[in-house]
């Protein structure tokens, strides 16, 4: 089964950007997606993109903010995150879409917009 490890969160304000970043233990599957969660929410998909990416969907409340991007030949994928919001934090996570019938969620990493 596929592993992902995803980097890149941390701590920002109100308006700052991030880059998160997720590596596969194998080839990425054509759909590729960022999912997050937090403690009141269950999770959601924000962005996803095709192989190629030039197919992508974004949830409405981060249009125009984030960007989905993928480098297949290292089997990673980006989700650049801009004009972050303090509804932003969560934790996020890739996975392919739609997701497998089995659990292979990686750990995640937290993103905190807070002033």
């Known amino acids: 089964q596929v592993k992902y490890v995803e980097s890149g969160g941390g701590l920002v304000e109100p308006g700052e950007s991030l880059r998160l970043s997720c590596v596969a233990s194998?080839?990425?599957?054509?759909?590729m997606a960022w999912y997050r969660q937090t403690p009141e929410k269950d999770r959601e998909r924000v962005a996803s993109?095709?192989?190629?990416?030039?197919?992508?969907w974004y949830l409405d409340s981060v249009k125009g903010r984030f960007t989905i991007s993928r480098d297949n030949a290292r089997n990673t994928v980006y989700l650049r995150m801009d004009s972050l919001k303090p509804e932003d934090t969560a934790v996020y996570y890739c996975?392919?879409?739609?997701?497998?019938?089995?659990?292979?969620w990686g750990q995640g990493t937290q993103v905190t917009v807070s002033s």
């Open positions: 194998e080839r990425t599957s054509y759909f």
């Open positions: 993109s095709n192989w190629a990416g030039d197919s992508t």
């Open positions: 996975n392919e879409f739609p997701l497998p019938t089995y659990d292979n």
